[in-house]
């Protein structure tokens, strides 16, 4: 059995940066074999639940701007599987989630540079799921439920996003932490480790600083997707969590 996590991928320079959380990506990469992965990632946005269905190579998607030419030149060859991604939908289709297929997307920055930092190889059959930031969180938590059976097939769900995903309120030249960032991601962890979801359903509301820390849903989302994917009887536990540019968040998750 394999259980789901959550891995913020923050900048697209995650997949060339030396420091504590991406040694940790490594390291808990190696420890992994997956038969498969399913990513829902931040950058794939879709109103339906739509699901990459390719058995070759997938083309790269450099979804960013202003970055070093190196990461424009990086490639990740993984390819798709198109038996994965149909059980997907009939396991979707089991839940009353209504979803669809593509054959021509590329993996976007989301997925292919935390996956080139955990399995560097790129010999692991990857599936793409998109993410709906106008859900309620309730059906966030529903569309992970619908696949808690992955994890005991040994195909690894994975949520990419970010806790604190504002970009207005970057520091660039900060050493520290605000304290605005770190409150938000101490609520947000205490309430994922004790699963007291009812609290995190209503995290709009209840958790500080939330409207900064989350502008935008699309990156907190891959969190309870991964989260209500979990079958495994254990507390979640964080395996990292670093700051930079004063606000942006790098937190992993086990669920």
Known sequence: MISPIFVAHGSPTIVIEDNEYTRTLKEFGKSLKPKAIVV????FEEETTTISAIDDTYNMIYDFYGFPRELYEMRYPAKGSVKIALKLQDMFNKKNIKSKLNTK???????????????????????????????????????????QELGNEDILVVGSGSTVHNLSELKWEAEKPEKWPVEFDDWLIDKVKSRDEKSLFQYRKLAPHAKLAVPRQEHLIPLFIAMGSSKNEELPKVLSRIYEYGTLSYICLQF
Do not use: C, Y
């Open 105 to 147: 997307r590329g993996l976007d920055h989301g997925a292919w540079t935390i996956l080139k930092l955990m399995f560097p190889e790129a010999n692991i059959p990857v599936v793409q799921v998109s993410v709906n930031q106008g859900l309620a969180i309730e059906e966030q938590f529903k569309i992970g439920e619908a696949i």
């Open 40 to 43: 829902f990632t931040a950058h």
